[in-house]
């Protein structure tokens, strides 16, 4: 190695560990100053505290015997019912994944020709077949199309609309 390789490689080890302890001090430099106020900025701040109190809060209570007056009370005062769906939004939501492309032989909506002999069974068969189910020689109809969410109105209406659909 010459003597300029030399000089050269020890102004280059120089400026590189120079480099090294510049970023080492501004790295805990940064630490110390964030660890001052991490707590005053964010840990303290009222947004934070409710996001932090939502992740943690408890998804449902247990209830031991004895405890079920209040909890009874609580429960009764929540109202979860929700309006009835049309037949057009029980479509979109249930039937449609079935009913749009023909899967395992349910007619499509709009096809005439495969809805003329269902519809000639009357309209009571056909809302009964799809509220219990019905097992075919064209196909397989699960209770209300697989979704035990559905109200027997609610299902109703979604053959109402099917059958208008497809006269």
Aim: net charge negative.
């Amino acid at each position: 190695m010459s003597d300029h390789d030399k000089k050269f490689f020890d102004t280059f080890m120089l400026v590189i560990g120079g480099m090294v302890f510049v970023t080492l001090i501004l790295f805990f430099l940064a630490r110390s100053m964030s660890g001052d106020t991490q707590e005053q900025w964010t840990k303290e701040d009222p947004a934070y505290k409710a996001a932090t109190e939502a992740r943690l809060k408890p998804a449902g209570y247990v209830v031991k015997t004895g405890d079920a007056e209040p909890v009874a009370a609580a429960v009764a005062a929540v109202d979860v019912e929700q309006a009835p769906r049309t037949g057009a939004e029980v479509f979109n939501e249930a039937c449609a994944a079935c009913h749009v492309a023909g899967v395992a032989g349910a007619p499509r909506l709009g096809d005439v020709a495969a809805w003329n002999d269902r519809v000639a069974q009357g309209m009571d068969t056909l809302v009964e077949h799809a509220i219990k189910g019905f097992a075919g020689s064209a196909g397989y109809m699960p209770a209300k199309g697989g979704r035990a969410d559905l109200s027997d109105a609610e299902t109703a209406a979604a053959v109402e609309y099917m059958v208008e659909k497809s006269k």
